[in-house]
């Protein structure tokens, strides 16, 4: 009698997200997403359709990078990033760490005094629906946040544009300081969940190099779907994500 398996995880313990850019105009007046910077997490950006760009600003400075269908373009932890729609832009976001987004890996770009105070930026962060539709008040939370996410990031940019980089390492000093306490559960979460990713391909390769293949028996298929029919409300579009993979 053939026993049931357990289920696969997702390949290299990343995370999918199909990522409808926001169309909401910012007060700069170009449409798009909340900025945010990664504390230890890769992102990348795969383009399904329409066209936009990225804003990104890192220890040198700021670039601002198009995109358009099939482009792919990746940034690793420390970079801010600005996600702007110009033409339905979709995407596809593939998140390194799969799990430590969710567990808080990422930062928005509220202004210096929110985010050197933990109370005070975890109320801006939050995403509750108040009274009413509960779509129409979420609709309305995510564009606050984005909203004050921009009123930060207008500063960072105008600093990174004049060559004032102090501004951006004072960013980084107090992203990190917002979320040192959470390392050590995110330390438990990567040793449970990421690190065996690596370990189970040391094995396959230890195998192979003796000319076994045991691991061939224990061969797997899994199929998912997407969660629900809607999509939901994310720092930069409405998100749609899949049953065993972390949300972006």
Not at 118 to 142: K, V
Not at 200 to 215: C, D, I, P
Not at 228 to 237: A, S
Request: net charge negative.
């Amino acid at each position: 009698m053939k026993t049931q398996q357990q289920a696969a995880p997702f390949p290299g313990a990343v995370g999918l997200t199909r990522l409808s850019v926001y169309d909401w105009e910012a007060n700069d007046g170009v449409c798009g997403g909340s900025p945010h910077m990664h504390t230890a997490s890769t992102e990348a950006y795969l383009v399904l359709s329409g066209t936009g760009r990225v804003e990104t600003i890192r220890a040198t400075g700021y670039e601002s990078y198009n995109l358009a269908a099939n482009d792919l373009l990746w940034f690793s932890p420390g970079t801010i990033h600005r996600l702007v729609n110009e033409d339905r832009l979709e995407i596809l976001a593939i998140m390194q760490n799969g799990g430590l987004p969710e567990a808080g890996d990422a930062v928005l770009t509220f202004r210096a005094g929110v985010v050197a105070d933990p109370e005070q930026y975890a109320q801006a962060a939050r995403l509750d629906a108040g009274p009413g539709p509960e779509s129409a008040s979420l609709a309305e939370a995510a564009r606050i946040r984005r909203d004050e996410a921009m009123a930060g990031y207008a500063l960072l940019k105008e600093a990174a544009q004049s060559g004032d980089l102090d501004v951006i390492e004072q960013f980084h000093r107090d992203a990190v300081r917002l979320v040192q306490s959470r390392v050590p559960e995110w330390q438990a979460l990567w040793s449970s969940t990421i690190a065996p990713e690596a370990a189970r391909t040391e094995q396959w390769l230890a195998e192979l190099a003796h000319g076994r293949f045991s691991h061939f028996r224990d061969a797997v298929v899994e199929r998912t779907a997407p969660e629900g029919t809607e999509r939901l409300f994310g720092m930069c579009g409405m998100l749609q994500k899949w049953d065993g993979t972390p949300l972006v």
